[in-house]
């Protein structure tokens, strides 16, 4: 049985910082891209980032890119979202997500306007403050 499991949500105050955790289990960790979406209040739900390991890079949502950093371990199975400077409309539920990868999976394209996520965490919300 695939699990993913979030970790590190709650409540921060506007320009603080906060780690999302998210351990994989039940699958083969480096075939997939691993990354997270959120999904605000009424909105829906967007891909803000993603790593695959192989095909070596990374995607950020231009809503995030310069704040949020997405790393992960293969070892540890766990992907992590740190995120910096926080911004009142940054809250929302976050969800981690992983997709068998293919060429452009991690991409704007494939993890925002098209995706095709194979597996989805239940989520973990985060409220900021202002």
């Known amino acids: 049985e695939v699990q993913l499991v979030e970790s590190g949500g709650g409540l921060v105050q506007a320009g603080g910082s906060l780690r999302l955790s998210c351990i994989v289990s039940g699958l083969t960790f480096e075939n997939y891209a691993v990354g997270w979406f959120r999904q605000a209040p009424g909105k829906e739900r967007e891909g803000i980032s993603c790593?695959?390991?192989?095909?070596?890079?990374?995607y950020y949502h231009n809503s995030v890119k310069g704040r949020f950093t997405v790393s992960s371990d293969n070892a540890k199975n766990t992907v992590w979202l740190e995120m910096n400077r926080v911004k009142p409309e940054d809250t929302a539920v976050y969800y981690c997500?992983?997709?068998?990868?293919?060429?452009?999976?991690?991409?704007?394209?494939?993890?925002?306007?098209?995706?095709?996520?194979?597996?989805w965490g239940q989520g973990t919300q985060v409220t900021v403050s202002s």
């Open positions: 790593k695959s390991s192989g095909f070596d890079n990374t």
């Open positions: 997500a992983a997709v068998s990868e293919y060429r452009g999976s991690c991409s704007e394209y494939g993890w925002n306007l098209n995706p095709t996520i194979n597996y």
